[in-house]
Nanobody, 121 residues
C-alpha cells in the first residue's frame, strides 16, 4: 500500500531550528492531504501542520509563524521547517498522508513510525 519514511528529528536548544522530511512510497495512485502530527509524552496526538494536494495549509495555532510546511507532489514528499523551537515542541512527530493506493478504492490514512524532536538546553 503506502509507506511513509521520516527523517530529520533530533535534539536542539530553545530558539534553534530543525527540518523534518517525509517520503511516501509504495503503490500510490493519489495523495490528498499530507503533513505532520505530533504527540508529547502523556498527551494525545495533535495536528502540527498539513497541506492539501492543492496547496492549502493548516497549522496548529501554537506553531503558526514558526513552522512552515512544504510539499513536492511529483516526488510524494513533505517537509516541515521548524524555527524558534520551544521546549513545548518536544514530541514524537509523525508523518501523515491520506492517500489512495488503487483505483476505485477509498482513500485511507497512513502514518510513519515517528521521529523524535527534543528541545532542551
Amino acid at each position: 500500500q503506502v509507506q511513509l519514511a521520516e527523517s530529520g528529528g533530533g535534539l536542539v536548544q530553545p530558539g534553534g531550528s530543525l527540518r523534518l522530511s517525509c517520503a511516501a512510497s509504495g503503490s500510490i495512485v493519489s495523495i490528498y492531504t499530507m503533513g505532520w502530527y505530533r504527540q508529547a509524552p502523556g498527551k494525545q496526538r495533535e495536528l502540527a501542520a498539513t497541506m492539501s494536494s492543492g496547496g492549502t495549509t493548516n497549522y496548529a495555532d501554537s506553531v503558526k509563524g514558526r513552522f512552515t510546511i512544504s510539499r513536492d507532489n511529483a516526488k510524494n514528499t513533505v517537509s516541515l521547517q521548524m524555527n524558534n523551537l520551544k521546549p513545548e515542541d518536544t514530541a514524537l512527530y509523525y508523518c501523515y498522508a491520506n492517500a489512495r493506493y488503487a483505483p476505485f478504492r477509498a482513500p485511507s490514512d497512513y502514518w510513519g513510525q515517528g521521529t523524535q524532536v527534543t528541545v532542551s538546553s
